[in-house]
């Protein structure tokens, strides 16, 4: 069965960083495309990024420059660094396996003064 687990997220000031991790389990973590995703409240979920199995990495226009993606294929996780937040990144973060159904619970990141 597959599952993800998101971690790491909290209250940050603006300009502050935080770094999200995601475990996953119940597939072939180190053939998966990953992806993370995030949802504020009233708002549809949106993608955010993706962690190629090789390591590329793809980003929304409006997190680029600011997050790092990244994997390791040996603890089954996957990481999104965030850095230089802004009250907008507020949301609930979530990974995913590219083509999956299943979704973690998330994790909250409140960007707030």
């Known amino acids: 069965q597959v599952h993800f687990v998101e971690s790491g997220g909290g209250l940050v000031q603006p300009g502050g960083s935080l770094r999200l991790s995601c475990a996953g389990s119940?597939?072939?973590?180190?053939?998966?495309?990953m992806t993370w995703h995030r949802q504020a409240p009233g708002k549809a979920r949106e993608w955010v990024a993706t962690?190629?199995?090789?390591?590329?990495?793809f980003y929304l226009d409006a997190v680029q420059g600011r997050f790092t993606g990244s994997r390791d294929n040996a603890k089954n996780t996957t990481y999104l660094q965030m850095n230089n937040l802004k009250p907008e990144d507020s949301a609930m973060y979530y990974c995913?396996?590219?083509?999956?159904?299943?979704w973690g619970q998330g994790t909250q990141v409140t960007v707030s003064s």
């Open positions: 995913q396996e590219f083509g999956s159904t299943t």
């Open positions: 119940g597939f072939s973590f180190s053939d998966a495309i």
């Open positions: 962690v190629a199995p090789g390591g590329a990495t």
